[in-house]
C-alpha cells in the first residue's frame, strides 16, 4: 500500500521549534520530489517548502526562508522538515507531498499524506 505518513506536528509557543517527518511506505521516495503543503483555517493550501529528488535541490517561499530547512534521509525513505523561530501566522495543517516531475508540481502531485496539525499560540 502506497502511503506518506506526516508525524511531528502539536503546539509550540510563539519562538518555539518543531520537526516533521514524513515517511513513505510502498514505495521508495529516491526518485520523487517531496515538498510541504499547508492551509490554514479558511485559507487555500500553500506550497512552503520542497527538495528535490536528484540533487536535493531545495526552494522555499519567502515566509520560511531562515526558518525553516527541508531535508531527505534516503535510507530512512523519509523527509523532515525542521522548523525554527515559529509564528501564529505559521499555523495551520501540514501535509507532505510527494510527485516524479520535481518541485514544481507539488501542489498537484501524485501522493499525498493525511496532514499533521501545527498550532502556535501562547
Known amino acids: 500500500q502506497v502511503q506518506l505518513v506526516e508525524s511531528g506536528g502539536g503546539l509550540v509557543q510563539p519562538g518555539g521549534s518543531l520537526k516533521l517527518s514524513c515517511a513513505a511506505s510502498g514505495f521508495t521516495l529516491d526518485d520523487y520530489a517531496v515538498g510541504w503543503i499547508r492551509q490554514a483555517p479558511g485559507k487555500e493550501r500553500q506550497f512552503v517548502a520542497g527538495?528535490?529528488?536528484?540533487?536535493?535541490?531545495?526552494r522555499y517561499i519567502d515566509p520560511v526562508k531562515g526558518r525553516f530547512t527541508i531535508s531527505r534521509d534516503n535510507a530512512k525513505n523519509t523527509v523532515y522538515l525542521q522548523m525554527n523561530s515559529l509564528k501564529p501566522e505559521d499555523t495551520a495543517v501540514y501535509y507532505c507531498?510527494?510527485?516524479?516531475?520535481?518541485?514544481?508540481?507539488?501542489?498537484?502531485?501524485?501522493?499525498w499524506g493525511q496532514g499533521t496539525q501545527v498550532t502556535v499560540s501562547s
Open positions: 507531498a510527494a510527485d516524479p516531475s520535481g518541485t514544481s508540481r507539488l501542489n498537484t502531485p501524485n501522493y
Open positions: 527538495i528535490s529528488a536528484s540533487n536535493s535541490v531545495t
